[in-house]
Every structure is written in C-alpha cells, then in structure tokens.
C-alpha cells in the first residue's frame, strides 16, 4: 500500500492564482482530513469528508475547497491565493466507524504565497 | 473554546537523558488522546490512550493519560539523536475531529 499521497511537494504561488493540492489514499478509508501547519505551530484542520459526496468545513475553512467524488481522492482548491496561505498542508485518512482510530497522514505539501 | 496546549514548546537535551513532555487539554467531548512524533514530513502515530491510569508503552517511549487532571504525559528514556523531531498531542471529540496541540520540539545533542 502507498498509504496516503500527496502532489505537489512543493509549489510556488503568486498572489492571486488559484491552484489544487491533490491527495490520494488506497486505505479504503472513509474519513479524510485537510491539516495545514504555520512554522512552530500544531495542525489546524481545514476541511473533512466522511465518504463520498460528503464534506464538512473545519476550523479554518476560509480561501479553500473541497470536493469528495470517490473514496481515494480528496483535492483541496485553493481560489485566490494569499500570503497567509502559506503553509506546509497535509492530508489525513482513517477508517470509518465510530473509533477511536488513528489518523494516516501523508507527506505534505509546502506552499509559499509571495 | 477546545484547547490543547502542550509544554515545554522546546526542549534541548542531552543523549542518555530522560526526558517529560506534557500535554494538558480542554474539550467538550473526548474519546481518545493521541501522540505523534513529526520529523522533516507527515507526523507519524506512537500512542492512543482512551482510559485513565494505563500506561501505552513502545520500547523507550511511553504514555500515560489522566481524565480526572485532563493531562497526558509521554516519557522518553535514554534519548538517542534519533528521537530529535517535534510531539504533537491530539484529542479525538468524537466528530471525527482531532485538535492538536502546538507540539514540542525536543532536540537531542549527542
């Protein structure tokens, strides 16, 4: 299993543009998670899924999207980017069910707005 | 509002130290507290502690979680380089949710 991936690995972005982050699992998880984390600081969770065609914002939702057409893949969007979008982002999956389980993350991707 | 808050934010040690890391939590629903060692990339699972009292124990780390006090402590005994990296602690609410702590950066100096 490759578990959960992540592309880009790194990625550039001029104020303004528009870019998707992509991010795959081959768990068969049903839950997956948005994290981004600013330099010293813990995860904040941007948006979540519980399946397909099912996604709920988080605690810092505002700039970004997300769609869940299949269970593998949970592309966040990024619409006008800012310099406060900078940021390392990662991807998260578990299983479904009530848990507790862990969350799998995957090797992040580190985004600079300038 | 839910708050995890870990201490201390940054630790230097020596090799062959033993070392505490605290993590104390408020939140209005709790199901389990995890701990993660983070290095250059993803955050990477050690423990979950869902009871009070039971210590979770790998090799020279291990966890033990109060629900009464609403604190998790891990211990690491004789540190190596290798354990240098930052701890992230996490409680699980239940709405498929974790909130994280800001993590301790523990550096090892041989």
């Known amino acids: 299993n490759a578990g959960v991936t992540q592309t880009p690995k790194f990625r550039i972005l001029k104020i303004g543009q528009s870019m998707t982050l992509q991010c795959a699992q081959d768990?068969?998880?049903?839950?997956m998670y948005w994290y981004r984390q600013d330099p010293g600081m813990g995860l904040k969770l941007i948006y979540y899924s519980v399946g397909a065609g099912i996604t709920d914002k988080g605690e810092v939702p505002n700039g970004y999207n997300v769609s869940r057409s299949t269970t593998e893949d949970f592309p966040l969007r990024l619409e006008l980017a800012a310099p406060s979008q900078t940021s390392v982002y990662f991807c998260?999956?578990?299983?479904?069910?009530?848990?507790?389980?862990?969350?799998?993350f995957g090797p992040g991707t580190r985004l600079t707005v300038t | 509002e839910d708050k995890v808050v870990q201490s201390p934010l940054s630790l230097v040690v020596h090799e062959g130290d033993t070392v505490t890391l605290n993590c104390s939590y408020e939140v209005t629903n709790f199901r389990s507290l995890l701990w993660y060692k983070q290095e250059k990339k993803a955050p990477t699972f050690l423990f979950m502690l869902t009871s009070s009292g039971i210590e979770k124990k790998s090799g020279r780390l291990s966890s033990i979680l109060d629900k009464k006090e609403l604190f998790s402590i891990l211990n690491i005994t004789a540190t190596q380089t290798g354990d240098s990296a930052i701890y992230l602690c996490?409680?699980?609410?239940?709405?498929?949710?974790?909130?994280f702590g800001q993590g301790t950066r523990l550096t090892i100096n041989p």
């Open positions: 768990m068969n998880h049903n839950y």
């Open positions: 996490a409680v699980d609410q239940g709405a498929q949710k974790l909130v």
């Open positions: 998260a999956s578990r299983q479904g069910g009530t848990g507790p389980y862990e969350q799998y």
